[in-house]
C-alpha cells in the first residue's frame, strides 16, 4: 500500500484500497462514478458489473472519509478515478503504475490486479465468513465460483475457530 500511496498517479492507492475492501473487479472502481458515491449512507453502487446486475457495497468510515478527501484534491470530473490528463475519462489503464508500484513493494512479478480479488475471498474465508457471504460480497453467480476465488485449503481454519468446549468437556473416551 505504501508504494501505490506514493505513485506518480495518486488514484493507485484509492484503487486498491477500494479493491481490497470491496473484492470488486478493477473496471468495476476504475469506472466508478461520483453519482455512484452516497456519501450519507457510506455506499458505492457499482453499475453494469460482468454478471449484469448493479451492486451495491458499504464501505467503512474509513474509506468514505479517504474519498472525501480524494473528491477535494482533484479537478471536477465524473469519475471518481479520472485520467490523468483528462477529467472526462476514467482512468482505465493504470497497469504501469501497477507495475512500478508492485517492483518498488518487490512484490511478485506476476501478481494481476485481478488478484486482489482472490486475496479478499481468501481472507473473508479465513475470517469466518460463509461462501455465501464471498458470493454476495464479490458479485459472484454461485457459490461454486465463491469457493474458487476463496481458495477452499483455508476451511479447515474455521474448524479451529468454533467454540467446541461442550466437546471436549462432555468427558474422556
Same mark, same amino acid.
Request: charged share 25%.
Given at each position: 500500500?505504501?508504494?501505490?500511496?506514493?505513485?506518480?498517479?495518486?488514484?493507485?492507492? !484509492?484503487?486498491?484500497?477500494?479493491?481490497?475492501?470491496?473484492?470488486?473487479?478493477?473496471?468495476?472502481?476504475?469506472?466508478?462514478?461520483?453519482?455512484?458515491?452516497?456519501? @450519507?449512507?457510506? !455506499? !458505492?453502487?457499482?453499475?453494469?458489473?460482468?454478471?449484469?446486475?448493479?451492486?451495491?457495497?458499504?464501505?467503512?468510515?474509513?474509506?468514505?472519509?479517504?474519498?472525501?478527501?480524494?473528491?477535494?484534491?482533484?479537478?471536477?470530473? &465524473?469519475?471518481?478515478?479520472?485520467?490523468?490528463?483528462?477529467?472526462? @475519462?476514467?482512468?482505465?489503464?493504470?497497469?504501469?503504475?501497477?507495475?512500478?508500484?508492485?517492483?518498488?513493494?518487490?512484490?511478485?512479478?506476476?501478481?494481476?490486479?485481478?488478484?486482489?480479488? &482472490?486475496?479478499?475471498?481468501?481472507?473473508?474465508?479465513?475470517?469466518?465468513?460463509?461462501?455465501?457471504?464471498? @458470493?454476495?460480497?464479490?458479485?459472484? $453467480?454461485?457459490?461454486?465460483?465463491?469457493?474458487?476465488?476463496?481458495?477452499? %485449503?483455508?476451511? $479447515?481454519?474455521?474448524?479451529?475457530?468454533?467454540?467446541?468446549? %461442550?466437546?471436549?468437556?462432555?468427558?474422556?473416551?
Amino acid at each position: 500500500m505504501q508504494a501505490c500511496r506514493v505513485s506518480d498517479w495518486k488514484g493507485l492507492f !484509492i484503487l486498491v484500497n477500494l479493491l481490497l475492501l470491496t473484492g470488486a473487479r478493477r473496471n468495476e472502481i476504475a469506472r466508478l462514478r461520483w453519482e455512484n458515491v452516497d456519501f @450519507k449512507k457510506g !455506499i !458505492i453502487t457499482l453499475v453494469k458489473t460482468k454478471n449484469g446486475s448493479d451492486h451495491a457495497v458499504e464501505l467503512p468510515a474509513s474509506a468514505v472519509k479517504m474519498l472525501k478527501e480524494w473528491k477535494l484534491s482533484q479537478p471536477m470530473s &465524473h469519475w471518481v478515478l479520472q485520467h490523468r490528463n483528462d477529467p472526462r @475519462k476514467p482512468m482505465v489503464n493504470f497497469d504501469c503504475y501497477w507495475q512500478t508500484a508492485k517492483k518498488t513493494a518487490q512484490m511478485p512479478a506476476g501478481l494481476r490486479v485481478h488478484d486482489l480479488r &482472490h486475496s479478499v475471498a481468501s481472507d473473508m474465508l479465513a475470517d469466518g465468513f460463509s461462501l455465501e457471504d464471498i @458470493k454476495q460480497t464479490l458479485n459472484l $453467480k454461485s457459490v461454486m465460483m465463491a469457493n474458487r476465488y476463496a481458495h477452499a %485449503h483455508n476451511i $479447515k481454519r474455521t474448524v479451529t475457530k468454533r467454540n467446541t468446549d %461442550h466437546l471436549a468437556n462432555a468427558g474422556s473416551l
